[in-house]
């Protein structure tokens, strides 16, 4: 896909990976709808980007906000090519210390809010002449189940589950899907986590948003479906 001109939605655009995405996509030309829930911060990065760049306040785990949005968003003259499911958040412990209410913003903001936003934006890329991607974010954690993350894995082995039936589902329509696996990316997703600092020798943003930009400049009938993206070497450098 050429990405000049082209429509992008890009959930969790306010901070970490979702901002490397948004200034990339924007710099290649594309119109960039930027979702969180934190409008100040989307504000300071539409500063930066431009007009290209267009804040919207959302709460992914809210449907019926999502359907309006949509609605008075686009129409048969403004359609979406890209919809980048990056939105997502981890709470880590030992099962019988995870809360209840950790577990299910996991799910809502991690599943469900992907659900949401999915099913309104498909049917938009049904109708759109061109060809059209759908990203989601999922992590390592989508493949490997490890002590302390369980609630985070089921929701991104879930996530992974939705995004392979999607690829299959809507590669005859011309919408692509596929799914990235990073590893550990130096970002504010780790705030949550007691103990675990981010280092230099994490993944950086930028070099993940790069990849992001390689798969939906691919040929329109190359598709690359999954990617897993790893630091060589993951540890700190200070403790070397
Ligand atoms: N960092 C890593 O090591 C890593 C590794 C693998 C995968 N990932 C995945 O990468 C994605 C992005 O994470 P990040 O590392 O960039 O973390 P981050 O810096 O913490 O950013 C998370 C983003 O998600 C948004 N968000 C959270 N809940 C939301 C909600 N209910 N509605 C709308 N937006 C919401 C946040 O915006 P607001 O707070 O403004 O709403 C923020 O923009 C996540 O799906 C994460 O699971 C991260």
Not at 2 to 17: D, F, P
Not at 32 to 41: E, M, P, Q, S
Not at 164 to 192: C, Q, W
Request: hydrophobic share 40%; net charge negative.
């Amino acid at each position: 896909m050429r990405l000049e001109n082209k429509i992008a939605v890009v959930t969790g655009a306010s901070s970490g990976i979702g901002i490397e995405f948004s200034k990339k996509l924007a710099a290649k030309g594309a119109l960039v709808y930027g979702l969180a829930r934190r409008l100040n911060k989307l504000q300071e990065i539409q500063n930066e980007i431009g007009s290209t760049f267009i804040p919207v306040e959302m709460d992914i785990t809210k449907y019926v906000d999502i359907q309006e949005w949509v609605n008075k968003t686009f129409s048969d003259n403004h359609l979406p090519h890209i919809l980048i499911n990056n939105a997502g958040l981890g709470y880590f412990g030992n099962v019988e210390n995870l809360s209840v209410d950790d577990w299910n913003t996991m799910i809502n903001t991690n599943l469900n809010g992907v659900f949401y936003l999915t099913r309104e934006i498909v049917p938009l890329m049904k109708k759109n002449e061109d060809h059209c991607h759908i990203i989601n974010i999922a992590s390592v954690a989508g493949l490997l189940g490890n002590p302390q993350i369980s609630g985070y894995n089921a929701t991104k082995f879930g996530l992974r589950g939705f995004s392979e039936a999607l690829f299959k589902e809507l590669r005859y329509n011309a919408i692509k899907v596929s799914t990235m696996f990073p590893g550990s990316i130096a970002t504010h997703f780790f705030d949550n986590a007691e103990g675990s600092d981010t280092h230099a020798n994490m993944l950086q943003p930028s070099d993940v948003a790069d990849t992001l930009i390689h798969l939906l400049e691919t040929p329109d009938n190359f598709l690359i479906n999954e990617i897993t993206l790893r630091p060589l070497n993951p540890k700190d450098p200070e403790d070397l």
